[in-house]
């Protein structure tokens, strides 16, 4: 027996495959036609997962033609409790039944003074004493855009350092801030001005060709030494902005020893601390925000995804001491989404009773251990990576010429084929890092012990099916 097929695991939680495996075959169904027909160009899911979704429930979801897929997407990390949570709905429903307003601009509400004291009692102590919170457009590109506005009024500096492998949004201000190029290139030019790229604590891949706690305090001393140079060639910044887990970038964690330097630098520099949780929050680390794995307290955090409990919605928390900007300095028309907020304080409310953290840090070892027992038979898995249920697995071409580092390079084609051999199975992966190379873990944080050993069990299957074809 293959180690694909022989994976550590609780046997009673064991959910059994089934005798004879069962592909799926994607043929155009009249929805994905008017789709490719009718939407913008710009569509980008689809072109992976050319599924039309007709129900979901849990982790699973179930497209037109009846065919059921357990969703390791979730909404690129919104669906924390996966799809249609018995909390979610009662909290909408409840909403309805009582007749609030629907649309409140920003005018206050009981839902929603509710949902800001649940959301502050899930703050470190050190940032929920001081907190203010802004409410932006439904997005979480727009709290970017709302947490740059905020730290170049209250600094009356406009540079901004970002970091490479960096994503935060779409919007040409927050598109200034991001790593990838491709976005970029179309864009004669991007609305926002002065940012610096920094390089960012990639262990695998260490922009230095050192790795380990050496590239650890070499990345600190290159910081440390541009905001303090003064023939540096940067203007001290207005803010730093980071995500203490790298999604789209690859699911790359950062050295925590790495952001406690960070915060250190810039607070003797003056300078903010934004940490972007839009999609690393709300316990998908394993901590309720990524940041306070290094116990560190940022000025500035920005959220979305997962915090309106599957809804539109996003905010700025951020200390008291940058709320300088004016009346309407950032405004949105649907920044009152109470339906969202409801949805949102139920899922807060959830996490705690039921220590989801922590089920999500065990949830995470298991398949991180799952995926280590499949690397014995899969060289090209070169990279198991992450925190909690935020995992990648950066794809390397073993016959390729090494880096630096020794290690072999990124294997972008088969990435791919692993992602397509998964749907056949029906298990939906995104994929992620340089060159499209990293294949992405995001499932509910409910996931099971017997629903971890399942997705790691397709994963293999997929895997040799793919390498075989290649």
């Avoid at 037109?64 to 709905?89: K, M, P, Q, S, Y």
């Avoid at 102590?125 to 439904?138: T, Y």
Wanted: charged share 20%.
């Amino acid at each position: 027996m293959s180690v694909a097929t022989s994976l550590v695991q609780d046997q009673s939680a064991r959910v059994a495959p089934a005798p004879a495996e069962t592909l799926y075959q994607f043929n155009e169904s009249p929805l994905l036609a008017r789709q490719t027909r009718q939407e913008s160009n710009a569509r980008s899911y689809p072109r992976r997962i050319p599924l039309a979704l007709k129900r979901a429930k849990g982790i699973y979801v179930e497209d037109v033609e009846g065919r059921r897929f357990i969703d390791c997407l979730a909404g690129a990390g919104t669906l924390a409790l996966g799809h249609n949570h018995a909390v979610v709905i009662e909290a909408i429903r409840q909403v309805l039944a009582d007749e609030l307003p629907l649309h409140t601009l920003d005018l206050t509400t009981p839902v929603k003074d509710q949902f800001v004291q649940d959301l502050f009692a899930l703050l470190p102590q050190g940032l929920a004493g001081e907190a203010k919170i802004q409410f932006c457009g439904p997005t979480g590109t727009d709290a970017v855009e709302a947490a740059l506005k905020l730290v170049r009024t209250a600094t009356g500096r406009s540079t901004v350092l970002s970091f490479q492998g960096g994503y935060h949004g779409m919007s040409q201000g927050a598109l200034s801030l991001m790593g990838s190029l491709a976005p970029k290139k179309p864009m004669a030019a991007l609305l926002g001005s002065g940012v610096q790229f920094m390089p960012y604590p990639y262990d695998y891949r260490c922009p230095f060709g050192l790795g380990g706690a050496q590239g650890v305090k070499v990345n600190l001393s290159y910081l440390e030494n541009l905001l303090s140079d003064p023939e540096a060639g940067v203007q001290l910044p207005a803010a730093v902005i980071v995500e203490a887990v790298q999604g789209e970038g690859g699911v790359i964690p950062a050295d925590l020893d790495w952001l406690r330097g960070l915060r250190r630098i810039t607070e003797k520099a003056g300078v903010a601390l934004i940490v972007d949780e839009i999609q690393s929050g709300f316990g998908r680390t394993g901590k309720m925000f990524a940041f306070e794995h290094a116990g560190i307290i940022p000025d500035v955090v920005v959220m979305s995804k997962a915090i309106g409990g599957s809804l539109p919605l996003a905010v700025v928390v951020y200390r008291d001491w940058l709320d300088t900007w004016l009346p309407g300095a950032h405004a949105g028309t649907f920044r009152g989404n109470q339906m969202a907020m409801a949805a949102g304080s139920a899922v807060m409310r959830y996490l705690t009773e039921h220590r989801v953290c922590e089920h999500a840090t065990a949830m995470g070892e298991r398949l991180g251990e799952h995926l280590r027992i499949l690397q014995r038979e899969f060289p090209q898995l070169g990279d198991i990576r992450g925190r909690g249920l935020m995992l990648g697995v950066e794809l390397v071409d073993p016959s390729g010429v090494p880096d630096a580092q020794g290690h072999p390079p990124i294997f972008a084609r088969l990435a791919p084929l692993v992602q397509r051999e998964c749907l056949k199975r029906g298990l939906i992966l995104e994929l992620g890092g340089r060159h499209g190379g990293v294949v992405r873990f995001l499932p509910p944080l409910v996931i099971t012990c017997g629903e971890i050993d399942q997705v790691a069990e397709i994963f293999g299957r997929a895997m040799a099916a793919a390498t075989a074809s290649l």
